[in-house]
């Protein structure tokens, strides 16, 4: 089975159990450090992240190992039939992923590199270019203001009428 192992080092707190972390009950192990991080850190809740998980996911399981001296929390993921998976679209219309699909809609009028990763969330790291616009590009959904020079800090990018016709197509089936 896959899963993802959050191994946290040292046992549990004398009066944490593994049952009331799943209620949400937490108690700090470094409690000067807790102090400062609460004040500096987005915390939505303390000792709210657990059930919060569960909530949304409820393959979660929790071990507190006293010969290892830690805590790990093992989230499990079901296997997938690989054959399955690739019966089902991969996209929410023609082959149009959900952030490429917002990028055309945006696009429609000339945007930044910046102005797009933005729109969704994403830093201007190239890996997310290369995941989300250039694809797009490659297809001839989005095109470069600038086609000559690819790398110019005035490069912006428009959706093309290709781009146009599969967000109206994409529209109508909705």
Do not use: W
């Amino acid at each position: 089975m896959i899963r993802i192992e959050i191994c946290s080092p040292g046992i549990l707190p004398d009066s944490v159990t593994e049952d009331s972390i799943k209620e949400g009950i937490s108690k700090p192990r470094n409690q000067l450090l807790f102090d400062n991080a609460k004040y500096l850190l987005p915390y939505t809740g303390i000792g709210s992240g657990i059930i919060r998980a569960m909530k949304s996911y409820n393959h979660i399981t929790f071990e507190n190992s006293y010969t290892k001296e830690e805590f790990v929390v093992t989230v499990h993921r079901r296997e997938i039939d690989e054959e399955s998976v690739q019966d089902k679209p991969k996209s929410v219309s023609d082959g149009v992923h959900v952030y490429e699909e917002k990028i055309l809609a945006f696009s429609v009028t000339a945007k930044s590199r910046k102005e797009i990763m933005d729109l969704i969330g994403l830093s201007t790291h190239s890996d997310n270019y290369e995941r989300y616009m250039l694809p797009l590009l490659k297809t001839g959904l989005l095109a470069m203001t600038l086609p000559g020079k690819p790398n110019s800090k005035n490069q912006k990018y428009i959706t093309t009428e290709q781009g146009k016709k599969l967000l109206i197509r994409a529209e109508r089936q909705q």
